[in-house]
């Protein structure tokens, strides 16, 4: 009954969990978050040193620490998956007692500071990019490609309003099916006039 529980919980824990060979590198077992965070299959993880995953450059030092310590909490580091992301992640593992080459291994991403990193990235790329490229539209289209990249599943576009404040624009929607861009250009604000006329008029995001 409580190895049924342990698995049940190990395998729905909203966090990644991976019993490691600390030696070796290999991962032994491995929950389903564990895989999602990495993108990588159980087959692929197999044949998979589990110390490349990370940008880390103090492997050995933190080898090293957690053989001394037993038992290690909350240390920030970054993961790479499989499609190159870079993940940032706090890490919190422990040796077991009866086989000290093996290490239990909680990986928690945060998800606020990964934010604030894409968002600085993203800002820093952008104004080397207007410094470069003297153009408007190219500079919008760029805008609305980060923040695409940002949120997969949406499609993104830019509505300049007029000098009168009056009418709505398509500056850039390089996603957008173009018939949808033509009957949305030149749109009236109002205070019921879909979301980005309401959002104008109104003076809100």
Not at 9 to 28: K, W
Not at 165 to 182: G, I, M, N, V
Request: charged fraction near 25%; hydrophobic fraction near 35%.
């Amino acid at each position: 009954m409580e190895n049924k529980l342990y698995q049940q919980f190990f395998e729905s824990s909203p966090f990644a969990i991976v019993l490691l060979d600390i030696n070796s590198g290999n991962c032994i077992k491995m929950n389903q978050s564990f895989k999602n965070l990495c993108s990588y299959t159980p087959e692929e993880l197999s044949h998979l040193n589990f110390w490349n995953l990370f940008l880390d450059k103090n492997k050995k030092q933190f080898i090293e620490k957690l053989k001394s310590q037993k038992k290690i909490s909350k240390i920030h580091t970054k993961l790479i998956n499989k499609n190159l992301h870079k993940i940032s992640i706090t890490l919190s593992c422990f040796l077991l007692e009866e086989q000290e080459n093996l290490v239990w291994m909680q990986l928690e991403e945060n998800k606020e500071q990964q934010e604030h990193e894409i968002i600085y990235e993203d800002n820093k790329t952008l104004l080397e990019y207007i410094a470069i490229e003297n153009s408007l539209k190219k500079t919008l289209n760029k805008i609305v490609n980060f923040a695409e990249k940002r949120n997969r599943n949406s499609i993104c576009s830019i509505l300049l309003l007029d000098k009168e404040k009056k009418h709505l624009f398509t500056a850039s929607a390089p996603r957008l099916p173009e018939f949808y861009s033509s009957a949305i250009n030149g749109i009236e604000i109002g205070d019921k006039i879909g979301s980005c006329g309401s959002a104008a008029f109104n003076k809100k995001e």
